[in-house]
Every structure is written in C-alpha cells, then in structure tokens.
C-alpha cells in the first residue's frame, strides 16, 4: 500500500509539473478517456474541453499552482486524494496576478498497463481577496 500511495504522490507533482509549464500533451497522457472535471459553478466537462480550455489559458496566462495533500486513500485499482490547491494567474499581455485557493478532489483509476490516471476531479478554487 505504502508503493501505491508513493505512485499517487508522484502522480500528483508530475501533474502541478505540467500544470505549471502548460504541457497539456504530458497532461493528457495522465488522464482517462472517459475523464470529467467539474470546477465551481460550472457544468461538467471532458477531456476535448479540457484541451481546449487549459491550452487557451496558457496563451494568456502564466500559471503558478501549488498543491498540498491532506489525504489519499486507495480501494485496489480506484483511489482518492484530497488537496488544499493555491493558484495565481498573470496575464501574460502585463498586469497583476489573481491569486486562487481551494481544496480538490481527485479520483484516480489504474489501467491495465499498472499506471494511475485522473479519471474524475472537482474543486473549489476561488479567487482570493
């Protein structure tokens, strides 16, 4: 269990990696087909909208995400963890950073081939004043 919860973790810095450096070709390689992600107010969405979302941000903005992991638990090959999220925005045009926090949740399932990938994920980030 100990290995798995290692994997998760590894999983989790590889992803605010790519987060950070937008490279949302490494981030799709870590994702379900099937995978849906849900932010606050807004309505689910999958993967081509993700894609299309996330690379539009990067054109604008400079994007800084760290996360800390307050918890994961693994059931054999689905597992979850729970993270306090903070965020900040820069546009890259000039101008002041929006700072964002929240928590997150995030359910992993492993594929045939042993590897994790984000299958579902919510959050609550909100700017922060």
Not at 25 to 51: I, S
């Amino acid at each position: 269990m100990a290995a798995e919860r290692s994997e998760i973790h590894d999983f989790m810095e590889t992803w605010i990696k790519a987060v950070n450096a937008g490279d949302i070709a490494r981030l799709l390689t870590m994702v379900t087909d099937d995978v849906v992600l849900v932010g606050p107010g807004g309505a689910p969405f999958g993967r081509e909208v993700f894609e299309a979302t996330f690379t539009g941000a990067h054109k604008e903005l400079v994007i800084n995400c760290a996360s800390e992991v307050d918890d994961v638990v693994i059931a054999g090959d689905v597992a979850y963890s729970v993270c306090h999220d903070s965020l900040s925005v820069t546009p890259r045009a000039g101008g002041a950073a929006t700072r964002l926090a929240g928590h997150r949740v995030t359910v992993y399932r492993k594929g045939a081939d042993g590897r994790w990938r984000l299958a579902r994920d919510a959050h609550t980030l909100q700017p922060v004043t």
